[in-house]
T-cell receptor, first 112, second 112 residues
Framework: IAGITQAPTSQILAAGRRMTLRCTQDMRHNAMYWYRQDLGLGLRLIHYSNTAGTTGKGEVPDGYSVSRANTDDFPLTLASAVPSQTSVYFC???????????FGDGTRLSIL | QKEVEQDPGPLSVPEGAIVSLNCTYSNSAFQYFMWYRQYSRKGPELLMYTYSSGNKEDGRFTAQVDKSSKYISLFIRDSQPSDSATYLCAMSASGGYNKLIFGAGTRLAVHP
C-alpha cells in the first residue's frame, strides 16, 4: 500500500542523546514536511523540503535538522535531545509544494 | 492569540445527528482551507480542502468557508460511531497548501 512510513513508532530517549527519526514515502511526492503535535497547540511545522536537495525552516526549527538526499527519504535529527522535545512527530508529503499534504502515523518520542 | 482557534470539545452527539465543527482565524490572508480527521494514535487523514470562499460537498461531509467572518465549518450528516475522532482545521495564506497553520483540534464522540 502506497504511503508514508515513519520509524520508530515510539522511542524513549535520555536527554542529551542524538536521535534520527526516519520518514520514507513511495508516492514520488516532491514536497515533504516534519511537524510536531503537542496537546493544546496542534501541529506545528518544524522543517520542510519542496524538492530533493532543498530544505527550509518552519515555525519551530530550533534543535532540529533535516536532509533531503533523494525524493523518498526525509530524516529528522535531534542533535542533543531535551525534554521539551517530547512530542508526537509527523512526517507529511505532497505531490508538489502547493498541493494538499498527506501524513504518516507518527513517532511518539519521550525525552527523559 | 492563536492565528487559528478551534473549540477542543469533546463534542458528544447521538448517531444520525448533524455535526457542525468550526474554526475561526485572525489572518485575513488565509485562502487555502483544509479539514483533517485524526483517529487516536494515527496520523491526520485529509478529508476536504477548499480554496477561498464557498461550499464544497463530498458525501456526508460539507466544508464551508466564510472569509468575511473569518470562519470555516465542517458539517457531517448522518453521523456514525466511526466518525468519532479529532477533527483538525488547517489553512495557509498563499502558494497553495503548504506552510499550513493548524487548529488544535475538536474531539468528536458519536454514540450509538
Amino acid at each position: 500500500i502506497a504511503g508514508i512510513t515513519q520509524a520508530p513508532t515510539s522511542q524513549i530517549l535520555a536527554a542529551g542523546r542524538r536521535m534520527t527519526l526516519r520518514c520514507t514515502q513511495d508516492m514520488r511526492h516532491n514536497a515533504m514536511y516534519w511537524y510536531r503535535q503537542d496537546l493544546g497547540l496542534g501541529l506545528r511545522l518544524i522543517h520542510y523540503s519542496n524538492t530533493a536537495g532543498t530544505t527550509g525552516k518552519g515555525e519551530v526549527p530550533d534543535g532540529y535538522s533535516v536532509s533531503r538526499a533523494n525524493t523518498d527519504d526525509f530524516p529528522l535529527t535531534l542533535a542533543s535531545a531535551v525534554p521539551s522535545q517530547t512530542s508526537v512527530y509527523f512526517c507529511a508529503s505532497s505531490e508538489e509544494r502547493d498541493q494538499p499534504q498527506h501524513f504518516g502515523d507518527g513517532t511518539r518520542l519521550s525525552i527523559l | 492569540q492563536k492565528e487559528v482557534e478551534q473549540d477542543p470539545g469533546p463534542l458528544s452527539v447521538p448517531e444520525g445527528a448533524i455535526v457542525s465543527l468550526n474554526c475561526t482565524y485572525s489572518n485575513s490572508a488565509f485562502q487555502y482551507f483544509m479539514w483533517y480527521r485524526q483517529y487516536s494514535r494515527k496520523g491526520p487523514e485529509l478529508l476536504m480542502y477548499t480554496y477561498s470562499s464557498g461550499n464544497k460537498e463530498d458525501g456526508r461531509f460539507t466544508a464551508q468557508v466564510d472569509k468575511s467572518s473569518k470562519y470555516i465549518s465542517l458539517f457531517i450528516r448522518d453521523s456514525q460511531p466511526s466518525d468519532s475522532a479529532t477533527y483538525l482545521c488547517a489553512m495557509s495564506a498563499s502558494g497553495g497548501y503548504n506552510k499550513l497553520i493548524f487548529g488544535a483540534g475538536t474531539r468528536l464522540a458519536v454514540h450509538p
